[in-house]
C-alpha cells in the first residue's frame, strides 16, 4: 500500500461500519459478506458498498466462490500492521483495531 494511498485509507476507516469489517476481519481471518451484514446489522447491499471502499483503499479483498463471496484483509495492508495485528502504522499517524474507535 503505498504512501500516497494513505487519504484513501483515512478515509475508509473514518466510517464506524467499515471500522467495524476490519476489526472483524482481522480477528477471523476472512468472512461471508451476508455474515459481515448481519453482524453489524447493514443491508446487504450498503454492505457491499462499504466493502467497496475498503477494496477501493487497499485494505480489504474478497474472493467469490460459486454465491459466497468471501473477504479478508489484505496482504498489502496487513504487512502494515504490528502489535499482533492490532495497530496499524501509517507513519503520520497510528490506528488501535484492539481499543474503540475515537471519534
Known amino acids: 500500500m503505498p504512501d500516497a494511498d494513505c487519504s484513501d485509507v483515512l478515509k475508509a476507516l473514518s466510517d464506524e461500519t467499515r471500522w467495524g469489517v476490519v476489526k472483524i476481519l482481522l480477528e477471523e481471518g476472512r468472512a461471508k459478506v ?17 466493502l467497496r471502499m475498503l477494496r477501493e483503499a487497499g485494505i480489504v ?5 460459486r454465491t459466497i463471496v468471501w473477504c ?8 502494515r500492521l504490528r502489535d499482533g495485528k492490532q495497530m496499524l502504522d ?3 499517524c ?3 483495531f484492539d481499543k474503540p474507535k475515537k471519534n
Not at 451476508?34 to 462499504?50: E, F, I, N, W, Y
Not at 479478508?72 to 504487512?79: A, G, N, R
Open 34 to 50: 451476508t455474515d459481515l451484514a448481519g453482524r453489524l446489522s447493514v443491508p446487504q447491499p450498503t454492505m457491499s458498498k462499504h
Open 61 to 65: 479483498v474478497s474472493e467469490k466462490e
Open 72 to 79: 479478508e484483509v489484505s496482504p498489502d495492508f496487513t504487512q
Open 90 to 92: 501509517m507513519g503520520c
Open 94 to 96: 497510528t490506528f488501535r
